[in-house]
C-alpha cells in the first residue's frame, strides 16, 4: 500500500535534459535506498541508478554514467533523476523504487512506482 508518486516524463530532443522526480511516504524514504529503472519495449527492465539512504552513495549504469545524475531531497521525502544529453537510447518508461540497500537487481526492490514515459525523438 505504499504509493510512490512519480513525475517528470515526458518527450524531448535528442541532447535535451529531463528531470524526474519520486515522492514517497517519509516513514520509508527516510530509511530505504531509491532506485530508477527503465524498461524500453521487447527489453527486460535494466538498472539506471540508484542511492543510499543518506545520499552519500551513488550507483550508475556504464550507459547513462556521466549523463544522469540521482539524488535525494529528504525533507521532501523525494528522489530525483537529472538526466543530460540524452540519446533515442534512453526512449523507456522509467520506474522508480524503494528497497533496503541499493542495488542494481530489480528483484532486490520492495515497492515500486507506476512508471512513466520518456521519448527522446527529433
Known amino acids: 500500500q505504499v504509493q510512490l508518486v512519480v513525475s517528470g516524463g515526458g518527450l524531448v530532443q535528442p541532447g535535451g535534459p529531463l528531470r524526474l522526480s519520486c515522492a514517497a511516504p517519509?516513514?520509508?524514504?527516510?530509511?530505504?535506498?531509491m532506485a530508477w529503472f527503465r524498461q524500453a519495449p521487447g527489453k527486460e527492465r535494466e538498472f539506471v541508478a540508484a542511492i543510499n539512504w543518506g545520499g552519500g552513495l551513488t550507483y550508475y549504469a556504464a550507459s547513462v554514467n556521466g549523463r544522469f545524475t540521482i539524488s535525494r531531497d529528504n525533507a521532501k521525502n523525494t528522489v530525483y533523476l537529472q538526466m543530460n544529453s540524452l540519446k533515442p537510447e534512453d526512449t523507456a518508461v522509467y520506474y522508480c523504487?524503494?528497497?533496503?540497500?541499493?542495488?542494481?537487481?530489480?528483484?532486490?526492490?520492495?515497492?515500486w512506482g507506476q512508471g512513466t514515459q520518456v521519448t527522446v525523438s527529433s
Open positions: 517519509g516513514r520509508i524514504f527516510s530509511t530505504y535506498s
Open positions: 523504487a524503494i528497497g533496503e540497500l541499493p542495488r542494481t537487481g530489480p528483484r532486490e526492490y520492495r515497492y
